[in-house]
């Protein structure tokens, strides 16, 4: 054989082992934002299995630009124990007790090797472009490469089963947005429907992130930018100790409802 026909052979056998054993998951994260790398890190190392589905090449989601292509970012000590989980460094900020700087492409990098080496599998230029709804139960994703989206090619999905979908895409809260205007599901906020994200007030949407991580419908949970989202919550720019609390709390959460 050949070795370009053994590197080729190689690659379409390990990723086609790992792709079909993951049709099938405990847990299917849809983004690879820093509060779904944190959700899926914690989750697989409880031995759940678990699949995050990312539109773009590279996970992390915000996390690589920092403040304004300024790659830094800031987090509170609240979260530190996270970020020391991941082995992310940080250095404190002169003057403002509690809160440390610390290098967003570091942190990026450490969240996705942190998920991944905790046994979670990442897609990667997969986008999610439905949910599997079945007798009035969310059952999974439907998934199709990125490319195939961007170009607006007429190519059918996949689908991916799982016990759990947890909504991690960030500001536009695309599965809820999916389960409320095609599955017409009633989730749990006081309107039934997405309230929409509010303006910048740092402290309060560092902690209404956390709140509002929650299970939105039976199976169906929201982390992230999306929880806040869908909650009515407020933004709270470049500071991710909210994010990554967020993350913890649906794995908890996440792991209580699957029992483990
Ligand atoms: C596959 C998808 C799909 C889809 C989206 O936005 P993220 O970084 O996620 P969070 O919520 O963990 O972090 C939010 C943070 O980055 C942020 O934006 C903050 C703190 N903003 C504050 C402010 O004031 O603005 O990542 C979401 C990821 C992205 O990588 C998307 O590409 C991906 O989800 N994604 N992947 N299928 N349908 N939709």
């Not at 990098?109 to 897609?123: E, P, R």
């Not at 079945?134 to 089963?161: A, F, Q, S, Y």
Request: glycine letters at 12%; proline letters at 4%; hydrophobic letters at 45%.
């Amino acid at each position: 054989m050949s070795i370009e026909n053994v590197i080729s052979s190689a690659i379409v056998r390990t990723f086609s082992e790992k792709f079909l054993n993951h049709l099938q998951v405990d847990v299917a994260i849809v983004g690879g934002g820093p509060s779904a790398m944190v959700a899926a890190r914690d989750l697989a190392a409880a031995g759940a299995k678990v699949a995050v589905f990312e539109r773009k090449l590279a996970p992390g989601g915000g996390t690589w630009g920092g403040g304004m292509l300024f790659n830094e970012v800031v987090v509170q000590s609240d979260a530190t124990n996270i970020l020391d989980d991941f082995g992310i460094r940080y250095l404190p900020i002169d003057g403002a007790e509690g809160y440390f700087t610390l290098d967003s492409v570091e942190m990026a990098s450490a969240l996705i090797y942190g998920a991944v080496h905790a046994g979670a599998k990442i897609f990667n230029a997969m986008s999610v472009e439905d949910i599997i709804f079945k007798e009035g139960k969310v059952g999974g994703l439907v998934i199709n490469w990125t490319p195939v989206e961007r170009l607006g090619m007429h190519v059918d999905p996949l689908t991916v089963v799982s016990k759990c979908v947890l909504d991690g895409t960030g500001h536009p809260s695309e599965i809820m947005n999916l389960a409320v205007n095609k599955a017409h599901i009633a989730l749990n906020t006081p309107t039934g429907k997405i309230l929409g994200e509010k303006p910048m007030w740092v402290d309060s949407g560092e902690a209404s992130t956390v709140e509002n991580t929650q299970e939105y419908f039976p199976g169906l949970f929201a982390c992230g930018m999306s929880a806040n989202n869908v909650m009515g919550g407020y933004r709270m720019g470049p500071i991710f100790g909210g994010m990554l609390m967020s993350g913890r709390k649906a794995a908890k959460l996440i792991l209580e409802n699957l029992g483990k």
